[in-house]
């Protein structure tokens, strides 16, 4: 993927801001590099107290900013034209107090008031203590920044500077790279589409504090919804209950059951473009679900289980000319017959298949990898990788698929 014509390089403003995540910076900035970026750096006055400017400079191959006035004393007009300059914006680490100040307008340093100048792409990625990140004045914040058409990366979940093992970790430095190119590479492809995608297991209550679910973390979906949203689609996320954040730029509708997810997926199906069904939906539930709690009383209990609805076989009438539907099939055998007799029967446009029998991959993991299959016979294999980027190679086979469209 490049971001312009062959051999041409894209022109990255890297803003740093004072997060003890600043480190992973230094390695951003190569990994920019190495995708073919020129990169200018702009540190806050408090980030050149942790990382001395000389190392990005080094790094960079330019000289770094971090004042708004230069040796005479005067304001510089730095900012301006450095926002001429640039393709993108992107802020690593993204601090409470730097989130802050973009999202209310104010200019205090050479950061915050080019930010005001920029007229380029934004990306944003947050990085603090767990509780920071939760509190309403930030999430008010990042909403303010969102709904500006700003491009967020979550903070993933770790172990913190505090100790804490909790959200607030900045992303792996590859994984900005990667998201900032396609950022530039896709220049909004998708803008104008509905996108409806599904995440996550099903709950199906046995009695009044039990239930059967499967081993889904809705990984896979929601990080199908974060690129759909990074490429300009409107993005609805029906997800099943996941410890997740909902991802920038995606409505999100939580639900419990299978059919709670369907009602709500049959409800928005008729006026998207496309569905990625990625939920590990429950093929069973309870037959008749026990009020209250049921006690251990020493004798065997056998739950009767009846079939849950088959949330892609009921769509099938509702479907319209020119909707694109992809199916998901988490397989522990014989993945490439299942898969297709999936495609066949419930009339798909794509599935993708995953052997969840392999460890390290699929269900409980960062990774997977997938094998589509469309109905003219074509089989495209995307190899073991992050979740983000199998999430990124499907949209370019569904993109692909639809004819651009």
Not at 85 to 96: F, N, S
Not at 133 to 159: K, T, Y
Not at 160 to 179: F, M, Q, T
Not at 296 to 323: C, F, H, M, N, S
Request: hydrophobic share 45%; glycine share 8%.
């Amino acid at each position: 993927m490049a971001p312009k014509e062959s051999g041409s390089s894209w022109k990255v403003t890297l803003g740093v801001s004072a997060g003890i995540s600043i480190y992973k910076a230094c390695d951003l900035v190569r990994r920019l590099r190495e995708r073919g970026a020129e990169v200018r750096v702009v540190m806050t006055k408090n980030a050149t107290r942790m990382v001395s400017p000389v190392t990005f400079q080094a790094l960079s191959g330019n000289p770094v900013i971090s004042d708004l006035f230069e040796g005479s004393g005067e304001p510089s007009i730095s900012h301006i034209e450095l926002a001429k300059w640039e393709d993108l914006l992107v802020v690593a680490p993204a601090t409470a107090d730097i989130l802050g100040k973009f999202a209310r307008g104010i200019a205090d340093d050479f950061l915050s008031t080019h930010y005001l100048a920029c007229t380029s792409k934004v990306l944003l990625v947050p990085a603090m203590n767990g509780a920071m990140w939760r509190h309403a004045a930030v999430q008010e914040n990042v909403r303010i920044l969102a709904a500006r058409g700003h491009a967020l990366l979550s903070p993933g979940r770790g172990s913190l500077a505090c100790g804490d093992v909790d959200d607030g970790r900045l992303p792996e430095p590859s994984e900005i790279a990667d998201a900032a190119l396609r950022l530039i590479a896709n220049k909004g492809e998708m803008a104008g589409l509905k996108v409806l995608v599904t995440a996550g297991p099903t709950r199906e209550p046995l009695d009044g504090v039990r239930f059967i679910s499967n081993r889904s973390s809705g990984k896979m979906g929601y990080a199908i919804a974060a690129e759909a949203a990074l490429r300009g689609a409107e993005v609805t996320l029906v997800s099943g209950p996941v410890a997740l954040e909902a991802p920038f730029g995606s409505e999100r509708v939580m639900t419990e059951t299978a059919e709670d997810m369907e009602r709500e997926v049959r409800s928005r199906f008729p006026k998207c473009d496309v569905l990625v069904m990625a939920a590990a939906v429950s093929d069973y539930k309870a037959r008749k679900v026990l009020p209250g709690k049921r006690k251990k009383d020493g004798l065997t209990w056998k739950p009767e289980l009846a079939a849950a609805p088959d949330i892609l076989k009921g769509l099938v009438p509702l479907k319209r000319p020119g909707q694109f539907v992809c199916g998901f099939a988490a397989e522990t055998s014989r993945l490439k017959e299942n898969a297709i007799k999936k495609l066949k029967e419930k009339k798909l446009d794509m599935v993708a298949a995953n052997d969840v029998s392999k460890a390290g991959v699929g269900f409980d993991s960062e990774m997977n990898a997938l094998t589509l299959f469309t109905p003219d016979g074509a089989e495209q294999r995307i190899r073991e990788g992050t979740k983000a980027s199998c999430a990124s190679a499907l949209w370019d086979a569904i993109m692909e698929a639809r004819g651009g469209k």
